[in-house]
Nanobody, 125 residues
Framework: QVQLVESGGGLVQAGGSLRLSCAAS????????MGWFRQAPGKEREFVAAISWSVGRTVYADLAKGRFTISRDVAKSTVDLQMNSLRPEDTARYYCAADLDTVWPQPVRDEYDYWGQGTQVTVSS
């Protein structure tokens, strides 16, 4: 079992920044990949970025490249998503997810075993 709790969402103007954080607990995370996904109203949940816990290998969706950075703090068991140059189309609920028993971060939603409740990000124009 893995428990995931997201924080850091909020309301920001276009061009601004937010830093989301996901606190993980419940088991050792050595062979785990952590991902961030987002879902806007009426749309499918889509991949944003992922990172392998052990070596920090990362993968990004095109929507995130150059603007978002995923990182992990092994000592704190947290995974952060730094989001810069935010746009109104980034408005969504952002979810943290854990993919167990892997060292490869995957951009595929169905690969993930545990999900947090999400945190809302709203970008005003």
């Amino acid at each position: 079992q893995v428990q995931l709790v997201e924080s850091g969402g909020g309301l920001v103007q276009a061009g601004g920044s937010l830093r989301l954080s996901c606190a993980a607990s419940g088991r050792t995370l050595s062979r785990v990949a952590m991902g961030w996904f987002r879902q806007a109203p009426g749309k499918e949940r889509e991949f944003v970025a992922a990172i392998s816990w052990s070596v920090g290998r990362t993968v990004y969706a095109d929507l995130a490249k150059g603007r978002f950075t995923i990182s992990r703090d092994v000592a704190k068991s947290t995974v952060d998503l730094q989001m810069n140059s935010l746009r109104p189309e980034d408005t969504a609920r952002y979810y943290c997810a854990a993919d167990l028993d892997t060292v490869w971060p995957q951009p595929v939603r169905d690969e993930y075993d545990y999900w947090g409740q999400g945190t809302q990000v709203t970008v005003s124009s």
